[in-house]
């Protein structure tokens, strides 16, 4: 209870409050018309001049409600309770009146926990003010707390809604992070580690064979190039909005991509890859999960597979699911992250559990370290 009372107590305003628009000017010129006409047409008030003028004088109290609620609450029932100690009369025994409780959701919807804390401290004082001074029966006490808690009721919907609201677009933000990380890591970090290999090898061979360097900076020179097309893929998605004819994201391989990883390079594990099952009517987001997740595995195993001299990649698909297994020869723990997983693991668990699958890696009995990953052929997320 105590945590309950010192979160409302820690209660700060709502952001982005909005700003003072035409609305709330005509909003108080007709409750200034309307407390003129009702004091007009009405032949049983009792103080006639005052509650006439004192609405009048209070409704421009409603231009500040967003963004200072407590003030503008605070203005008119300090005003109507001095009115009623001092003068003896009511001035707000006409229906015009009723602004009071637009003043009550504001200070609800855009109030911190403090103000609306002070707010009804406030308005108790002067329903018990009233009270003493006979303006309100001993009876009527519960029609006007729950005038006011309606008011508030109202006020901290809106409100909850909003937060709601805010905290469903911040999902959504992060998920649109997270999904550019993982596209960001599987396309530029795939075809960077590539050219850092290359690199290597041809520092390592220029002395000896410097048509291996060569070699080696055209690959490093081709890699650039598809690095550079890919972002800029992604740079105008971002740019632009989406539209009918925008691409996605990022580019979107499937699985008939897979046979591009396979081939031995002039250093690092030859690899091997291998299809198997129908793969016919099986949804482009399962396979491209499958292509990004051999594609990872695939750099992870070129990077830190020491002594390895194959991968293998072996798809298999039934009429349920497709299942994906990368497995190496090399040392299974040296250079592995089994304690502490990078991103490129995290994304590939990602990419399978959005889509309802499941994704595992780790060393193998002998030699060596498997990715193996099953995906629902229909996609369906769960």
């Known amino acids: ?32 018309v309307a407390a003129v ?7 049983d008030l009792q103080w006639r001049p005052i509650s006439v003028i004192f609405p009048i004088v209070m409704v421009p109290t409603l231009l500040w409600r967003r963004t200072r609620p407590l003030l503008a609450m605070a203005i008119p029932v300090v005003a109507s309770t001095l009115v009623q100690i001092l003068a003896g009369a009511d001035p707000a025994e006409m229906s015009s009146s009723a602004y009071i409780v637009i003043l009550l959701y504001a200070l609800s919807r855009w109030g911190s ?17 009233s009270v003493v001074t006979g303006h309100i029966k001993a009876a009527d006490v519960a029609g006007a707390y729950a005038v006011v808690f309606a008011g508030i009721a109202l006020g901290g919907t809106f409100r909850y809604r909003a937060r709601a609201r805010m905290r469903e677009l911040d999902q959504v933000k992060l ?24 690199a290597q090898a041809g520092i390592a061979t220029a002395a000896s064979d410097p048509g291996a360097a060569v070699d080696a900076l055209r690959v490093i020179e081709a890699e650039a190039s598809r690095t550079l ?4 893929t992604m740079v105008r998605v971002l740019r632009r909005d989406r539209g009918p004819a925008m691409p996605e994201l990022a580019p979107n391989p499937d ?20 299809i198997d099952g129908d793969l016919d009517g099986v949804p482009a987001s399962v396979g491209s ?10 750099t992870n195993a070129r990077r830190h597979a020491r ?17 994906l297994r990368v497995s190496d020869d090399g040392d299974s723990t040296a250079g592995r992250p089994v304690a502490s997983p990078g991103y490129g693991l995290l994304g590939m668990i990602e990419r399978a559990g959005l889509l309802g699958g499941t994704c595992e890696a780790g060393p193998n009995p002998g030699r060596g370290w498997t990715v193996t990953a099953e995906l629902p052929r229909t996609g369906a997320s769960t």
Do not use: K, N
């Open 255 to 274: 699985l008939a991509d897979l046979r591009q990883l396979a081939g031995r390079g002039r250093v690092g594990p030859a690899v091997d890859v291998r």
């Open 289 to 298: 999960a499958i292509y990004r997740i051999a594609q990872e595995s695939v």
């Open 307 to 323: 002594h390895a001299t194959r991968i293998e990649v072996r798809v298999a698909a039934d009429d349920t699911s497709v299942r």
């Open 113 to 129: 926990g403090r103000e609306i804390t002070a707010g009804l401290l406030l308005i108790s004082v002067a329903v018990s003010a």
């Open 229 to 232: 097309a890919e972002m800029r």
């Open 37 to 43: 006409l009702e004091g007009t047409l009405r032949t």
């Open 175 to 198: 998920l649109e992070r997270e999904q550019l990380a993982r596209d960001l890591h599987d396309t530029v970090a795939h075809h960077v580690s590539a050219m850092a290999i290359r």
């Open 1 to 32: 209870m105590q945590g309950l009372l010192r979160s409302w107590w820690d209660e700060p305003r709502p952001p982005q409050a909005p700003r003072r628009v035409w609305r709330d000017w005509a909003l108080v010129g007709l409750l200034a």
